[in-house]
Nanobody
Framework: QVQLVESGGGLVQAGGSLRLSCAASGRTFSSYIMGWFRQAPGKERKFIASISGSGDGRYLTDSVKGRFTISRDNAKNTMYLEMNNLKPEDTAVYYC?????????????WGQGTQVTVSS
């Protein structure tokens, strides 16, 4: 069983930056593939980034590539999403997820989400 808690969301102006964190419970964090998803108002939740258990494999969707960076610190049981050059269309609730197979369709565990609002 893994519990995930996101933090770091907030209100920022366009062009600004935020760093989201996803803290995980349990002693097997490094065995999980981790991912970030976001859900904009009135829209479906969408996958945006993933990172392998070791951190060596990383993937970002085109919508965030070049602006967002995904990373993890297995010693701290924490995953991060560094978001730069934020745009109003990045406004959404951001969720982290953990799984032991493919993560792009959603993992086995989810956090409660953290709100990111980008003003123009």
């Amino acid at each position: 069983q893994v519990q995930l808690v996101e933090s770091g969301g907030g209100l920022v102006q366009a062009g600004g930056s935020l760093r989201l964190s996803c803290a995980a419970s349990g002693r097997t964090f490094s065995s999980y593939i981790m991912g970030w998803f976001r859900q904009a108002p009135g829209k479906e939740r969408k996958f945006i980034a993933s990172i392998s258990g070791s951190g060596d494999g990383r993937y970002l969707t085109d919508s965030v590539k070049g602006r967002f960076t995904i990373s993890r610190d297995n010693a701290k049981n924490t995953m991060y999403l560094e978001m730069n050059n934020l745009k109003p269309e990045d406004t959404a609730v951001y969720y982290c997820s953990a799984g032991q197979r493919s993560i792009s369709s959603g993992g086995d565990y989810w956090g409660q989400g953290t709100q990111v609002t980008v003003s123009s």
